[in-house]
């Protein structure tokens, strides 16, 4: 007899233990997602922060070399840093964007 009285019991253990398993899973899914996201948010302002330095520098060289060449120094070098600073504003823009519609994606997807 106390095997079968200990078999509701186990099966009761079971259940509550499937919920208590399921819950975590949930936990640790939203948790991973929230890593994923900060992540990924961190990794696209380095990207900004690299390709705005980038153009700055390309600008600024193109232009400190017009100047050696023309022997118009610092004219030319300070347009090209106006134009780097320039073309950094829209690439910042332009990747700003990108990633604003793919988080808008991911959250139509996610509901």
């Known amino acids: 007899m106390t095997d079968e009285d200990d078999l509701p019991k ?3 253990e ?3 233990l499937a ?3 399921e819950v975590e899973r949930r936990q640790a899914k939203i948790e991973q997602e929230i890593r994923r ?6 990794g ?3 990207r900004i922060a690299v390709e705005m330095l980038a153009a700055l520098a390309v600008g600024t060289g193109l232009g400190y070399m017009a100047d ?7 004219w030319i070098m300070v347009a090209g840093i106006f134009l780097g600073f320039a073309a950094g504003m829209r690439n910042m823009i332009r ?11 991911e959250d139509d997807k996610t509901g």
């Open 10 to 12: 186990a099966s009761d």
């Open 14 to 16: 079971l259940e509550r």
């Open 19 to 21: 919920a208590r398993l």
């Open 37 to 42: 996201t900060a992540t990924s948010a961190l």
């Open 44 to 46: 696209g302002g380095f």
């Open 68 to 74: 050696r060449m023309l022997g118009t120094l610092p």
């Open 95 to 105: 990747s700003a964007e990108r990633m604003h519609a793919k988080r808008d994606g």
